[in-house]
């Protein structure tokens, strides 16, 4: 253990708490002002729901010791034997409690990020089981496979920093939850233009900083890796940004500056799988082609009349398994390397394998959290309160008296 | 005395109030309003590349009490200050008002104005 | 000295000064709209008033060499003797003026808290000459004596992070200037609510994030403490939205936004003394309860008919002085240990002196310069003053155009 | 290399990041509400272009081998040659990345300070290809003479953070863009106000802790020149608003809430040449000064007739300027030492010799930019669409839907 | 001609907007408004658990001059796709108009509605 | 009936609303508006010292439709309430109403006031 990598993984973890709020901001600016309270309180509500479960059953669930490959067993239940001075499996820099944190952080913002697909119609009763449940049987064993000693990480499949934990699952839960819920009442027909766009690029400047300790915290260590990490996250945000505003310019006639902010969030989430594999030239490539990719797959699920209000499929889903696959395309070139004997083609493989376990996964196990909420206690509010919008409906709060 | 309320585009709303004040009509009071009518058809693309036609369009209301014999005056310095012969440069209003107080000096009738 | 310790430290200072714009936020937005921009202002002053203060003579005040238990000589006056290079007394892993500065910090974020009391209604002037006095007269003093070598340290009492440096301190203070001050006009009769509900999140996200520093950086060192001090300072938080949020949603019909973010304070209010001190698990038990506890204690003090504008005793008065009892309750249990030959009724006894000693200096020194500052240059604007709003009375300015 | 310098300035580079989502806040916040999103618009897609730039081709020209004291060569070109884990030429105790991404930083945020100067009339086409143009043959130039080997280090002119390359770097071509944009319509006589004052602070906020790795960053270590530069930097910041704040009580008759925000980047920017060179006390004098001289400084422009829309030259041009000569008179006061053998009324004129040369480069270069593009593609925007406003003109969105 | 000014409730005017346009009216204009009536006693519990009796709640109003023989057609659609039923629901005023005129062209009386 | 438009001082408009409920006049609808009137020469001075006069103020414009024979009690209510004395205290203006309906119960008339 060493000052230096305890002072970075506690500030990582700062950092990528810090991501939720931003999150909040980031929503809560594309939702309409009616409903800008009650978006908010989604992320902020994760923070509390998540902050919670994590310390009690999450981490032992994702992180303790391994059963099948699947999931961990109950050894770290209310942390017991998580020891805030000594290292434990998974870093022997750190004292076990600070990977833990570190960990927890991914476990808040995970359903935060879900929450963009059914903002401005959700029940908040219903979501405060959802966010209990999905964090315990989507979020955990996923974590588990990829990092706590399953079956992908086994297998070989590549994700340094959450490419399908965080945004694979959640991007993917989010059309499961986008199909369930139906659309939003007008949803077509009334404009739903974003209420606040300095929140929103607000948002996005905090999730950027906030990813610098994603992504570089996840070298577990302030070393050569954490510093790759952190320039090509930086490089693929700022060619995210080029990339979709390129294509509103080009598509919608004017360059947007929700397009601007929207890019940065693409390139970071194809970043993501990938940080700590690959160099600055090819994180370029990743974040652009994320930029423009995430543009079109938000406008193919408005074409096909589907309503993932904050377009969290077409960003999370499709640029974290865009960055999935890039992962495995360009390991090793400018960082990183082919594990040994490894050939690309497999890589690639692997990669298609985690891609397709964690839509799978999150898709039907989201679809069936939702699908017994609905018909038990109901998943939307009724439509007389989404009219009059969420934040006096089921908060009685006005976001703004201006 | 008649109210003269004009709905007209926000960017033309400070020639407007200059060129009423140079015709020496200092007292008018404005609206931040939406409106729609025949100016239509403003496709908006959202961030999802969702093209919605907005009909729905930022206005300003302009409300003035002239008396009657500045009132062809101030209208003709209004429409000559907030058109642009695009459509959407908007309409002017005109209705009766029996009784204008000063609220500060309890004045009544055109000496309030 | 290692760089590890250094980074920490200074990075910490920094997320303790990004406390002061959250709560600047999180006060505006609790505020009306017609005083958002003086509601800030003073937040922000006190970052130009106190941190100017500290340097020429707040530091050598709370931390020169004692003088009775009571209080610093003026050894450091200036910061001279105080080197940027070499260790100072408090701690030998760094430099003696990045302890002062982390230091400094807490001196410049108390002052703000108070002004939470006295929003909406007081007079910018005299605002500065008692921000000016409380840093000196009241904050110093009470941080001699727990940190600086003074007779609650020597006693014994514990305050990991500032329980009653800062909490208590401020609360209380803002309970004399509640009663001095007297209501706002229109209090109780016309609608007082938040403006701007998303500014109010933000804050609290900002608070959050700085407190990771607050609390964790108090180990000064990046070490085991620290991790603890991180880990329990994050899930106190996440339990205090949830019991905030649970009694609004009781007891006001509705889960409340506002709850939300007050909650998360409350629950970090609790958790700063005991922060190096308990384990994760009693730490939900104090964020929990801190929520609850700070929902009742504000709403307490308006069945008072007393106006403490923005709730600045219910959340840091009643939560810190929740925290420090607590700490006495449950130290040990999970983290750190009660000290040798301690018992732990003993130690409750030395929490509790200590807090009555807090609560009576802040409340009687505050109450005394309030008390000279209204029969002199007179503390309230005029009526037509505050009617009209302090942002254009006060300030000239308009907080919004939109 | 070791773990606290690498998570040092890894942190700091996270801090200079976040500056410019700060600057995009305290900017748009300035602007009309017409304006906000473009103006936010100009500092956010400068993270997209200079983030590339600077990878690509601008760390090369401003830190590759030097060639004639005036640019580097190529070598660096896609950051060949410019490692994640071992060190560079310019600091041994980090990998060379971490180096260059710290640097880059700086690369985002000067180009975002310059657009304040032309906010509210700037065609976007115009502003994509001079930030690009203006980051190659301004910056980097003006980077390299300082910091790269070129001639302005040779001679000895002290510039600790960037008061040259950054601030008279982007305050001096924002002088150059008001003469050559010409006013804004209304100028002078339509009420210019900021359409959202907590918007501007949050942005100082976010600035002030941001500059904390600016500046103490700049020490390239987590050393004591780290805690003087970080100890310094907070009370310029602090008496910068004391400065600012005090004139306009004083002259405009009421205490600005804007003016504490903006007192407080003067103060910021003044410091930020002498950070790592002069102690504590200097830095009061400077920070105090800064915020008079930039007060004065702003409003002699708009005396002049010269519209800048958002002050940059009056802030970080004189402010910068300021700075360059104060840390000449006040090197070794408290901290640092004048170099060996060199009299203080040398080091002065160094000083001066290295500011003449920064206003001439920046002034003239911009010029020709600007100047070059005005003939070709045209600079401002039509008339109607400044009436309008950019936000719906030039990106077909609207900043706020309350 | 008649200015109708509806005071309705936000949640229906999308509602209101779309019968207005079925029934051939394009043109209108609305501002957000608060507005006190027989509704009352929206007690409201802040951040300290104090409860205040909100009086003023949010209203849009919806401005629209039509022609004398359109008036009554223009109101039922209104009404009709106003109405809850509950409290709250609002109130319609007809005053009258005197001039209208299009600032585009200039155009006056019914040819400018 | 008649509609009274009260413009006044943002500041008055609690003092008014309360001094109207008072005296039995319960519903009514405010509007956020700016106003230039005689009032003047404001001048303000900006982040960079440049002085500008700004004569648009923020004022609130209070509406309330009541029968011809409250009308007077509810202007001399208002006026009082309203006044300060200093210039920019505002006006109020008087138009005739032809019509109520109440969108609740389509009750017409007086009886929808
Ligand atoms: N019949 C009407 N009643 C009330 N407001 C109207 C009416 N017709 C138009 N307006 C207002 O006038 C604005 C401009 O009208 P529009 O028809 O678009 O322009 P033009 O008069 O140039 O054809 C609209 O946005 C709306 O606010
Ligand atoms: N006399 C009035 N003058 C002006 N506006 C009124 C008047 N009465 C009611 N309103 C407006 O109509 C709205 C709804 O009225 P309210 O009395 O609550 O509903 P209802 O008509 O269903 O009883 C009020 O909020 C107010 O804006
Ligand atoms: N002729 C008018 N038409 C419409 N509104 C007016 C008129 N004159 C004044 N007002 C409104 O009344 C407000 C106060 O008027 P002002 O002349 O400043 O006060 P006073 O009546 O006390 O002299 C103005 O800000 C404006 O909103």
Redo the contacts between chains.
């Keep these: 253990m ?7 993984i ?2 990582a ?3 990528v ?2 991501m ?3 999150l ?2 980031f929503y ?1 600016g ?1 939702a ?3 409903n ?3 978006t ?2 989604h992320s ?2 994760c ?6 479960v994590w ?2 059953w999450g981490y032992t669930l994702a992180f303790g010791p391994d059963v099948g490959r699947f999931i961990g067993d109950f050894s770290f239940f ?2 017991s034997g998580v ?4 290292p434990g499996p998974y870093a022997d820099n ?2 076990h ?2 990977f ?2 570190f960990q ?1 952080m991914f476990a808040i913002i995970t359903p935060a990020l879900v929450t963009g697909a059914f903002a401005e119609r959700m029940k ?1 009763s219903a979501f405060v089981i959802f966010t209990i449940l999905w964090v315990t049987i989507v979020y955990a064993p996923v974590a588990h496979w990829v990092w706590g000693g399953g079956w992908l990480g086994e297998l070989g499949a590549l994700d340094f920093a959450g490419g399908n934990v965080v945004h694979i699952n959640s991007g993917v839960a989010a059309l499961a939850a986008a199909l369930i819920f139906g659309r939003r009442l ?1 949803f ?12 929103v ?2 948002g ?3 999730l ?2 906030g990813w ?2 994603f992504n ?1 915290g996840s070298a577990l ?8 990490a ?2 090509v996250t ?2 693929a ?6 990339g979709w ?1 390129a294509m ?1 310019w080009i ?14 969030v693409a390139g970071l989430v194809a970043i993501t799988p990938a940080a700590g594999f690959v ?3 090819p994180s ?1 490539i990743i974040g652009l082609i994320a930029g423009i990719l995430c ?2 797959a ?2 193919l ?3 096909l009349n589907l309503d993932d209000s904050l ?1 969290v499929w ?1 960003v999370h889903g499709i640029g974290g398994t865009w960055g999935a696959l890039a992962t495995g395309l360009f390991v090793g070139i400018g ?1 990183g390397e082919l594990a040994e004997g490894v050939a690309r083609g497999e890589q690639v493989l692997n990669q298609v394998v985690a891609i397709v376990a964690t839509w799978a996964w999150a898709f039907v196990v989201t679809a069936v959290i939702l699908w017994v909420l609905k018909v038990t206690i109901g998943l939307r509010v009724s439509d ?1 309160d989404e ?3 969420l ?1 006096v409906a ?9 | 005395m008649k109210k003269i309320e004009a709905i007209i585009r926000p960017e033309r709303v400070n020639h407007v109030k200059d060129a009423l004040v140079d015709a020496g009509f200092s007292g008018l009071t404005t609206t931040q309003v939406t409106g729609r009518g025949a100016q239509r058809g403003i496709v908006h693309t959202g961030r999802s590349g969702q093209s919605i036609t907005i009909d729905m369009l930022p206005k300003v209301k302009l409300e003035m009490v002239v008396t009657n014999e500045h009132l062809d005056q101030a209208i003709s310095v209004i429409v000559k200050a907030a058109r642009t012969g695009e459509i959407g440069d908007g309409k002017i209003f005109v209705q009766p008002v029996e009784q204008v107080i000063r609220v500060r000096t309890g004045e009544e009738g055109e000496a309030a104005v």
Tied chains: 1, 3, 4.
Aim: charged share 10%; aromatic share 8%.
């Design positions: 060493n000052t230096g990598d305890i002072a970075w506690l500030l973890s700062a950092l708490l810090l939720t709020p931003g909040a901001l809560g594309l309409r002002s009616k800008a309270a009650a908010i309180m902020f509500m923070m509390g729901i998540a902050g919670v310390v009690l209310g942390l020891s805030a001075t000594e750190m004292p409690q600070a833990m944190i927890g908040f007008g077509g027909s009334e404009p739903m233009e974003p209420h606040n766009v300095p929140m690029v607000l996005a400047g905090l950027w900083f610098f300790g570089a260590a302030a070393d050569g890796t954490a510093v790759n952190f320039v930086n490089t945000a700022a060619a995210g940004i080029l505003v509103s598509f919608d006639s004017k360059p947007s500056v929700i397009g601007a902010a929207s890019g940065a160099g600055p030239m370029i543009y079109l938000a406008g699920l408005v074409r377009s077409g960082f007389n009219a009059v919008g934040d089921e908060h009685g709060e006005t976001a703004y008296r201006l």
